[in-house]
């Protein structure tokens, strides 16, 4: 298996602009999990689903953060619209179940740049 | 929720010598601890974990150690090699809950 996969690796846009990430799990894990990278606030966790259906979203910092995963191989990050203070990096994360000591395996994440 | 410290967040040690992190948990339950290594433009990688019924753990120059009592846990890295620098993550978890991290290490390995 390639690992989980990650486009795009870098994307910069402009203010207001909607961004979209997207993520490929692992095959045949059960839980996906979204986190953003700040210097700050180090690795957040925004929201995780299992078995394709949002568990806790608790962690989306505002209404302008969507996440869906349609089907067990796809999953998407959505910012609309988009602001400076989104600059990060986010990485997607699989892993075979949820928590449950369970290995997540990362994504090598997209780099977001608002400008 | 759980809350997770991470010291020091940055680490300079000349190769050859040890390197300790040391992370603390709020959270009494948790049982599942792993920790991560990012090197620069990758996503985190486990390195080792340890689970609540083990008081220590080792593979070859790593090794981890819990306390339950007091909560808290540390990585040791022997014999430090330039590759060994990176951003360490201690992690934490309970049960069906999914990973919170602490906020990182950044380890120097000075040749």
């Known amino acids: 298996d390639a690992g989980v996969i990650q486009s795009p690796r870098h994307e910069v846009t402009e203010m207001g602009q909607e961004v979209t990430l997207r993520c490929k799990p692992i095959s045949g894990h059960n839980s996906l999990f979204w986190y953003r990278q700040t210097m700050m606030r180090g690795l957040e966790l925004l929201i995780y689903?299992?078995?394709?259906?949002?568990?806790?979203d608790s962690g989306m910092p505002e209404d302008r953060f969507s996440a869906k995963m349609p089907n067990a191989s796809f999953s998407t990050l959505k910012i609309q619209p988009s602001e400076p203070r989104d600059s990060a990096v986010y990485f997607c994360?699989?892993?075979?179940?949820?928590?449950?000591?369970?290995?997540?395996?990362f994504g090598q994440g997209t780099r977001l740049t608002v400008v | 929720g759980e809350n997770v410290e991470q010291h020091p967040s940055t680490l300079s040690v000349q190769e050859g010598d040890s390197a300790v992190i040391k992370c603390t948990y709020s959270?009494?339950?948790?049982?599942?601890f792993p920790w991560y290594k990012q090197e620069l433009g990758k996503g985190p990688q486990l390195i080792i974990d340890i689970r609540s019924n083990v008081g220590e753990k080792k593979d070859q120059r790593i090794a981890v150690t819990l306390n339950k009592t007091a909560k808290h846990f540390s990585l040791h890295i022997t014999e430090t090699q330039p590759e060994d620098s990176a951003v360490y993550f201690c992690a934490v978890n309970s049960g069906n809950t999914p990973l919170v991290f602490g906020k990182g290490t950044r380890l120097s390995v000075i040749a």
């Open positions: 959270d009494s339950a948790s049982n599942y």
């Open positions: 994360a699989s892993s075979q179940e949820q928590g449950a000591q369970s290995e997540a395996f």
């Open positions: 689903f299992n078995n394709n259906v949002p568990i806790d």
